[in-house]
């Protein structure tokens, strides 16, 4: 008996052996396989660091103007600090005007700076002198380009990559204490959790808790899809075990970290705790709370079902109870933890800027036009672009502002979604986009109406149909036009009856009055006189690529545009003629520092210099007395710029386009959904630009006018000829020379050399 | 935002050349302003244009004032920038140049001396049909600078023959 059981013992010792042995050299293979596998793809996530992007840095010279507050201000975006010593880079002192600073080593496209100390002097609200360490001048030097964002080039996603010293201590503690509790002592599974789990759903019913490790979450984020089955659980735990094998706990955590969903914005996911910040908060990380970052430490357990925009109680209970873990974990007292459940959610409404969604959104697609796909997969890129944040800041402000204040004058009925809006600001010479702003919430919808959604752009088409007729050699500014009422047929049975916005007729005007008022009936007749093929295809030259059919509507701006293509058509208007494509990428630099793929600014003339001049300082006389009046006396005093209004039919949308000698920008307000707004491109769009204008420190339009044209003092309404003095209503006009009209009567000079001489000056 | 180091005609100095026709730069004038478009004299004469003393014949046209000679020059920054840029391309590296050219074009985007420079560097660079653009844009900002205006026509006639 004894000996039977000794050898059937003996022989179940054998057995379980020999399974032992299979199953662990089952495992081993499995491990081997899932290991390599692991290492693959994790290497390829881990190291693809995203792509840099930077603003464009600020030149300091001897006589730019800066005062001493936007100087420190400047100094503070670029998180230098001030200091009695400097003794590191990144450090500056003050004594009045005068700073001296610890430049910090930076990267440009052509050249990598060294560390070095600078002395900055302000004068007079210019800076006056600009010295190295050892008193010599420098005459042009470059501030560190600011970091504005993180992308993948490639598949467009955009994440704000973290290192462990970015990461305040308490938000693993926190992320420990609530998902994984023995992350730092177990191998990628947690055979207890994965218990207890069970049992709890067991006893609901239904699935409640998971069991999973950071690490499985992490595996489930990187390689695998949401099915929920047992050979997936099992694959996912293969491949825990083997990241656990192969990595320590602190690149796990910072894995973590950057790759965990952690909300949607339209289609866009948002991923990593750094990104999560801006997107929930409106801040970094770092600068993040107790409340905080309990709230993203409870939204990792769902994001769509904690989404404290949609269910700000759910997600509250939640934080509440991540806080309660935190206290009882003893990670921290009781005390903070119930002074943090008091607070509110502390959701950002609106962003506070920093980060900017519609430009990064521009970069990508002008690094998909310009750039080689393959180019751009390398990891590590610096992006420098032509973002200018003060720029941005003016523009989101200067929109949001107006929209609210329409808002509340106008309340959409019930329930309606508010006004929306989009704003372009360019350098009509290099055609560099400086700031873009896609619609009032800045980060929050997803939709960059400034790129996405094309509107009718109404009279704004008026300026290219005034240049096609003076670039036909057969109008100028003083030509008159009949502002009387026209029938156009379309077709058989259809015919147009386009009307002046205030429904008058004016009969015979200026050509520089039709434009300045905008007036649709005399643009009409000139515009069928010229040939509406001709004004499609100088649409074309300007920047649309392809001519619009030449449809008589066209004429009064049947097009659908969207703002960055109306701001590429007038980029053209306030570049002389010289058409320039809109970018926002200056250089891409891989990690070694080399430039890929260069793409310098690319010029080409599509109008006659002279015919852009007369329709340019036609286009001044739209603020000066025209449509865009209500700007002329909020602008700056003595700022001369030119530019033009559009509203499309039942004004559905605002539009203001408009330029100086140094800026470009284009302003659209409307609904999203297309109904009426009621507000005019005078009123709404126009403040906003005028703001926006006001904001950039921008220099008058003043080209050298072209020797071919002469300054000609007309009768506004008439188009005669005038002396000074004579008409109440005297505008000066450019005009090519030798074609001036007769005088108005009454107004022609009294002969005599001082009325001659009086007349070479006008 | 930029200043423009070159050329800056005040308001005194347009009044002056009102009361004495003496040198100024032609520029356009804000719409309603007071001041006269100001007749030119040769830069740097600083000697009032004489006045013509006999009156034409009226009602003829006012004759046109006769195109002011100005001349451009580059400012402290932007002169260093295109000094740099020109050792670059001396160098054979184009590309840097024509990134440098691009900082001074920021600073200074409306004088013509600096879409020279660039047009010239994309010359160097085998790219002809730009630099005769950017000569193009040069001749247009050049007006009434005939010494600028002989340059950027010659930068357009060497693009032309490089095509």
Known sequence: MKARTRKWLRGLAVGVGALAALAALAFAIAFFYYDREVAQQFEGRRWTVPAKVYAAPIELYVGLPFTIDDFLAELERLKYRAATELDRPGSYRRRRGRFEIAVRAARFADELRPAQIIAVTIEGNAISGLRAADGADIPVFRLDPLLIGSIFPIHGEDRIVLTPDDVPPLLPAAIKAVEDRKFDTHHGIDLEAIARALWVNLRAGKVEQGGSTLTQQLVKSYFLDGRRTLGRKLEEAMMALALEARYDKRDLMTAYINEIYLGQQGDRAIHGFGLASRFWFAKPLDELDLAETALLVAIVRGPPYYDPRRHPQRAQQRRDLVLRILARQGIVPAAQAEAAAARPLGIATRPSGGYYPAYLDFVRRTLRRDYKEEDLTEAGLSIFTSFDPRAQLAAEQALEGELTRLDRTRKPPGGQAGLEGAVVVTLPQSGEVIAMVGGRNVSFDGLNRALASPRAIGSLVKPFVYLAAVESGRWNATSVLDDTPIEVPLSRNNVWRPQNFSRDAHGPVSMVRALSESLNLATVHLGLDVGVPQVAQLLARFGLGKAPPPLPSLLLGALDLPPIDVAQLYNGLANGGFQVPLRAVRAVVNEHGERIGAYPVRIEPVAPPDAVYEVDRMMTYVIERGTGRAAAARLPRGLVVAGKTGSSSDLRDGWFAGFSGSHLAVVWIGYDDNRPTGVTGSSGSLIVWQKVMSALGTSSWQPPMPETLEDLAIDYSSGLRVTTGCSQDEVIVAVPRGTAPPFLAGCAPPSGIADWLRGIIR | ?163
């Open chain 2, 1 to 163: 935002m930029p200043p423009r180091p070159a050329l800056a005609p005040t308001l005194p100095a347009l009044l002056a050349s009102l009361a004495l026709a003496a040198c100024a730069t032609p520029v356009y004038r804000p719409p309603g302003g007071s001041a006269g478009t100001p007749v030119p004299a040769p830069e740097g004469s600083g000697v009032p244009t004489p006045v013509p003393s006999t009156p034409l014949p009226e009602p003829a046209p006012v004759p046109a004032p006769v195109p002011a000679p100005k001349s451009y020059r580059l400012g402290a920054a932007t002169s260093a920038l295109v000094s740099q840029a020109q050792g670059a391309s001396a160098r054979g590296d184009y590309e840097t140049a024509a990134a440098t050219l691009e900082r001074a074009l920021r600073i200074e985007p409306d004088n013509p001396l600096v879409w020279i420079e660039m047009g010239r560097a994309r010359l160097a660079g085998g790219d002809p049909v730009q630099a005769e653009n950017m000569g193009r844009r040069a001749l247009a900002l050049a007006a009434g600078a005939p010494r600028e205006q002989a340059s950027a026509r010659q930068l357009i006639a060497d693009a032309q023959s490089a095509r």
